[in-house]
């Protein structure tokens, strides 16, 4: 069902952990190295191509920009990592901070990672399933930007990121990792990752 995310509405930016709404409900967080692809997943998820246009505003983009599904459903877009320019002190406040936020946050059903399917499991993608797994989270991979690639190595990408999530991380009950492609550009994938929201969020 896609029509449940068009109303998608961004509701605020959080800095620590006391300023998210109250932990009530269900929501699903977003994650990913910069430039991977995050703002444009959101946008195709939501049909609003400047939905996420918060996350890129100067100041926010290193905070947790919370956008609301419907009453008690949320999207988590979660500041992107990597980028080699920022300071190490503000690196290791999002470290703790997200952190803690994965090991505390009782609503949180579920991750969607994002990964260039040109550049799958940096180090700090490894560091985010660690996390899930620690917290016996589900994550679904989107490999973002299937479109740079053919069909045949597309396919080929897919299949060594889903061997590499069972071979190098223990089981997460029940759905435990998945992965898919995903296009923002052409919508490849979008039904699917709906289908995954749909299934950790609950309810219309
Ligand atoms: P973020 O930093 O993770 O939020 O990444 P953005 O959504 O801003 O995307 C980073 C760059 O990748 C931008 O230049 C986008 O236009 C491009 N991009 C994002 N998604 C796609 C996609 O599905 N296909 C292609 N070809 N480019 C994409």
Known sequence: MTQRYQTTTFRLSANRLDQLPADTGREVAFAGRSNAGKSSALNAISGRRQLARVSKTPGRTQMINIFEVGPEQRLMDLPGYGYARVPEAVRQ?????????FE??????????????????????????TWCEARQLPCHVLLTKADKLKRGPAQNQL?????????????????????????ATTRQGLAEAHGVLDGWLGGP
């Open 93 to 101: 406040h999002w470290h703790g901070l997200l952190q803690r936020y």
């Open 104 to 129: 505390i946050r009782q609503s949180l059903g579920g991750l969607i990672l994002l990964m260039d399917i040109r550049h799958p499991l940096t180090p700090l993608d490894r560091q985010m399933l």
């Open 159 to 183: 299949q060594q990121l889903r061997r590499a999530l069972s071979t190098d991380f223990g089981t997460v009950a029940g759905e435990g990792f998945s992965a898919q492609l995903f296009s």
